[in-house]
């Protein structure tokens, strides 16, 4: 059985950072590409960042761009998100997602989410 688990969500003030765990584990880890998206209250889910499965390329959104950083451990079979400059905008709910390395490539995985909150 395939499980991503989100970590490391909290309340944090503005300026401040948080560092955002997905734990893997049901699936060989290494094969996929990671993403976390991130939903807020009455808004559509949007994409933050992505890494390929050997953790050599990444894409930011260019609303993270500069203060998130996506990496990975494939030894741990952990993903991580390091937010910096949080902004309250970046409020939402954050997810994991592992993506298929074989067509139609998608976020095949979901985790449960983990809530960040900023205060301003």
């Known amino acids: 059985q395939v499980q991503l688990v989100e970590s490391g969500g909290g309340l944090v003030q503005a300026g401040g950072s948080l560092r955002l765990s997905c734990a893997a584990s049901?699936?060989?880890?290494?094969?996929?590409?990671m993403g976390w998206f991130r939903q807020a209250p009455g808004k559509e889910r949007e994409f933050v960042a992505r890494?390929?499965?050997?953790?050599?390329?990444?894409l930011h959104a260019d609303s993270v761009k500069g203060r998130f950083t996506i990496s990975r451990d494939n030894a741990k079979n952990t993903g991580y998100l390091q937010m910096n400059s949080l902004k309250p905008e970046d409020t939402a709910v954050y997810y994991c997602?592992?993506?298929?390395?074989?067509?139609?490539?998608?976020?095949?995985?979901w985790g449960q989410g983990t809530q960040v909150t900023v205060s301003s």
């Open positions: 997602a592992a993506k298929t390395a074989a067509p139609p490539y998608e976020y095949k995985y």
């Open positions: 049901g699936l060989t880890f290494s094969s996929y590409a």
């Open positions: 890494i390929g499965s050997n953790g050599a390329s990444t």
